[in-house]
T-cell receptor
Framework: DAKTTQPPSMDCAEGRAANLPCNHS???????VYWYRQIHSQGPQYIIH???NNETNEMASLIITEDRKSSTLILPHATLRDTAVYYC????????????FGQGTELSVKP | GAGVSQSPRYKVAKRGQDVALRCDPI?????LFWYQQALGQGPEFLTY????????KSGLPSDRFFAERPEGSVSTLKIQRTQQEDSAVYLC?????????????FGQGTRLTVV
């Protein structure tokens, strides 16, 4: 079973920041938080991952709380092409690196 | 190619027919994963290879499903005697290593429809 909880859907206005929350209250010390997204009819696409510290790349920022029980993915200036299902995943080394997907958050960016 | 390639993109099979789905991972990637994605659901893990060794097949739904990666690169997922409930998108992913902190790259998937 997925170890994360996400809202099923969110809306965001084009050009505004999209903040996608994720709860992972049972995360253990060596588990990373990964974010993937899946645009309709495509395979999932890696966005970002982190362990303890906040991370930023060209796609997004990842904010992880100090207790690591939750995180937020931030798309700073959402575009229509960011409309997708966003998956927050906690990766367990004991499972050989496999990703356990939940239901994700369906983000709709509206003009 | 630069990414994970899957073929065919679409497959229609008659119930009872055998099918073979191919995955070409990124060159040099050690780990290879197969996932099954039903309509409206997140991908579900099927099986995992480290080079040619199949280390985890706990997600394969029945003994009709078989996967191989004989030379540690290309992989084939075979489904025997297909049933309607096998209709789904089958996704392949590869990653350079197996440890946490390593991203996986996914192919576009093969959409299987069993009629």
């Amino acid at each position: 079973d997925a170890k994360t909880t996400q809202p099923p859907s969110m809306d965001c206005a084009e050009g505004r920041a999209a903040n996608l929350p994720c709860n992972h209250s049972t995360i253990s010390g060596n588990e990373y938080v990964y974010w993937y997204r899946q645009i309709h009819s495509q395979g999932p696409q890696y966005i970002i991952h982190g362990l303890k510290n906040n991370e930023t790349n060209e796609m997004a920022s990842l904010i992880i709380t100090e207790d690591r029980k939750s995180s937020t993915l931030i798309l700073p200036h959402a575009t229509l092409r960011d409309t997708a299902v966003y998956y927050c995943i906690v990766k367990d080394d004991n499972q050989g690196g496999k990703l356990i997907f939940g239901q994700g958050t369906e983000l709709s960016v509206k003009p | 190619g630069a990414g994970v390639s899957q073929s065919p993109r679409y497959k229609v099979a008659k119930r009872g027919q055998d099918v073979a789905l191919r995955c070409d991972p990124i060159s040099g990637h050690v780990s290879l994963f197969w996932y099954q994605q039903a309509l409206g659901q997140g991908p579900e893990f099927l099986t995992y290879f480290q080079n040619e060794a199949q280390l985890d097949k706990s997600g394969l739904p029945s003994d009709r499903f078989f996967a191989e990666r004989p030379e540690g690169s290309v992989s084939t997922l075979k489904i025997q005697r297909t049933q309607q409930e096998d209709s789904a998108v089958y996704l392949c992913a590869s990653s350079l290593y197996i440890t946490a902190g390593t991203e996986a790259f996914f192919g576009q998937g093969t959409r299987l429809t069993v009629v």
